[in-house]
Every structure is written in C-alpha cells, then in structure tokens.
C-alpha cells in the first residue's frame, strides 16, 4: 500500500493559471487565541485575492472572539459571527461549519481548521483541480508542523497510518464510498452541491465528519479527490504529547470504520509481527523485517514532507503510542467517555 501510494505520489499540482471565482473560506473556532491570528495572517498575503473571511467563535473561554474581531475591523471581506446555543444532536464543529456555509456567497466553500497556515498557489492550485476533475469535494492533508519531543513522538503517525492502510489515489478513481476519507482541515466544496445538499448537516451527530461527509459526497454521485498538500498548507495539530494522545484517541476508531477488533488486529499485526520475527533469531529474516519498515518510514516521510531519519530512530516510540492511542480510543469507544475542548463527543 505504501508503495502504491509511493509511486502515485498523490500531491496536489502547483498551477500558474489564475482564477477569479469567489471563494468563501469558513474557519470555525472554539479556544484559538494561540493559533487563528497567524492563520489570517497567512490569508491576507497569500496570492489568491477573491475571496471573503468568515469565523465563527463556538463558545470560546478564551479571547478568541475579541481577536479575530479586532484584525476584522475595517477589513469588508471578514466577518466573525458569534455562536449561539448548540442544538440537540449536533457535534460542535459540525454545526459551527453548517452555519458558516447559511452565511457564505462564494461559488466554492473552503473549510479551514484555525491551527493551519496556508501559503502561496494554494487556493489558486485547488481550484484548478475541482475544475478539471469535476470535484464536488477536494480535501486536503497538510503538512504537519511539530516541535516538542511529544508531537515528533506522536504526529507522524497521522501520515503513517494514512499511507499504509489506504490507496489515495483510488478515492477518486473508484465511486465506490468505502474507498473515503478526508481532512477535515482543509475541505473545498462546490458550493452549489454543498447547497443543495447540506454535507454537515447530514453528518451533523459524526466525531469525524470529514470522512463520513467524503462517502456522502460520493454516495450521492459527486466526485471526490484527497491529495497531499505538497507544502501548500501547513499544520501544528498539537502542541505537546498529552494533548496528541488525547486528540488522536478521540478519531482513532474512526479509521476502521469503529471497529474494535479491526483496530486490535491492526494493532497485533503492527506489534506482533515484528516481535515474532525477532524470536526467530533468523538474522536474514530479520534484516529483512528491519528493511522493509525502514523503507516504508523513508518513503511516507518524503511524501509528507518529514525528517526521515528521525522517523526512523523515533520508530519504536511512535509504534508504542500507536498502541497506547489504540487503548485509549477503545477505552473511550465502550465507556462513553470521549470528549475534546470540554464538550462530550
């Protein structure tokens, strides 16, 4: 799977062509003080100049509202919207973007997370692609950011388990809706189709929305293409090794379609293997075992633009927290107990 996904090399394309169309770009927001200003920072400069802003505080403790507020002042195309009461049988997010689409006009609807920084031929690069592939949803993996020991001990594994377990390439190449996933930092939809169909609101009750609003998207006949963000749009997701292990243990699951003994194989399989082989104490068998992980980890960290070498050293560790998130999600999966910024998920 690696290999295949090696060999595609499913990037998103730098274009030079220019476009005009209006984007709307919708941040919602819950506790962001330390992140959103340098995400609309990066707006404001990058080369794409037909757009509007639009955020929506979700109840922030923080002084999120005061300072998205204050870089909107004066500025006509952002907007911030102060959120109301969460309804019964909504998720947070997932009703912070449904209102944020009732508000905008563009012709595509570009979600943003508040942790990324996006950079030049991003959105220009984007909209060429839901153009010639007739997109109804493009999303986006960014390029992690990560600096404390904790994150390089943790963050990998988004890439590792994304390239390992699922051929890119054929999300769009087959309509097939269990071929879906998605990111839901960065997700560009048709605006017209997400009219129509109100993608949030129908995955309005999902922990991860963008994979299940991926399979909608598809389901209902649209085409949809997830990409690596080739450098285009950069993440910090987390900013020490608690709050990975406690933001990774809430998706987990989701990755094999919440199955607890699909996860537990994954995880035996990941484990056990390489265990298995070493008691052998075959040293051709294990050159070999210790070969093939050191070329899968060299090549997911080229495609998602990471040190591979401290990939490969941090190896053991990030495998170890793999297990350690495995047990935490299905900790929270059988006891109810799974929650993210306060609120029950």
């Not at 060999?7 to 476009?19: G, W």
């Not at 809430?250 to 199955?259: E, G, W």
Request: proline letters at 3%; one cysteine or more; a positive charge.
């Amino acid at each position: 799977m690696t290999l295949f996904n090696f060999i595609s090399n499913p990037k998103l394309t730098r274009v030079n062509r220019r476009y005009t169309d209006l984007v709307s770009i919708l941040i919602p927001t819950r506790n962001e003080a330390h992140n959103i200003l340098t995400l609309l920072q990066s707006i404001s400069v990058q080369d794409y100049k037909n757009y509007e802003v639009i955020i929506y505080d979700d109840g922030s403790s923080d002084d999120t509202f005061e300072i998205c507020s204050a870089y909107a002042a004066g500025k006509s195309n952002f907007s911030v919207i102060k959120g109301d009461h969460l309804p019964l049988g909504w998720l947070g997010k997932n009703y912070a973007c449904y209102q944020l689409a009732k508000k905008a006009k563009g012709k595509f609807f570009l979600f943003l997370d508040a942790d990324v920084v996006i950079s030049n031929h991003l959105i220009n690069s984007s909209i060429h692609r839901m153009y010639i592939n007739g997109l109804g949803l493009l999303s986006l993996f960014p390029n992690q950011l990560m600096q404390t020991a904790g994150e390089k001990a943790t963050v990998p594994l988004l890439h590792f388990l994304l390239l390992n377990l699922l051929p890119i390439r054929l999300v769009f190449l087959t309509k097939n809706p269990s071929a879906a996933t998605a990111c839901g930092q960065f997700m560009l939809f048709d605006a017209a189709a997400y009219s129509n169909r109100q993608w949030h609101e129908l995955a309005k009750d999902k922990v991860v929305e963008d994979a299940e609003i991926m399979r909608l998207v598809k389901t209902a006949g649209y085409r949809g293409e997830v990409l690596l963000a080739n450098g285009m749009i950069r993440c910090r997701m987390y900013r020490s090794y608690s709050e990975a292990i406690n933001g990774f243990s809430k998706n987990a699951l989701a990755a094999f379609s919440y199955s607890v003994p699909g996860l537990l194989i994954y995880i035996s399989v990941l484990i056990g293997g390489p265990m298995i082989v070493l008691m052998t104490l075959n040293f051709n068998l294990i050159l070999f075992m210790a070969g093939l992980i050191l070329l899968s980890r060299i090549m997911i960290s080229f495609m998602a633009g990471q040190n591979a070498l401290l990939n490969i050293i941090l190896h053991p560790v990030q495998i170890i927290n793999m297990a350690v998130i495995a047990f935490l999600s299905i900790q929270k999966q059988l006891t109810g107990k799974n929650e993210w910024k306060g609120r029950k998920v």
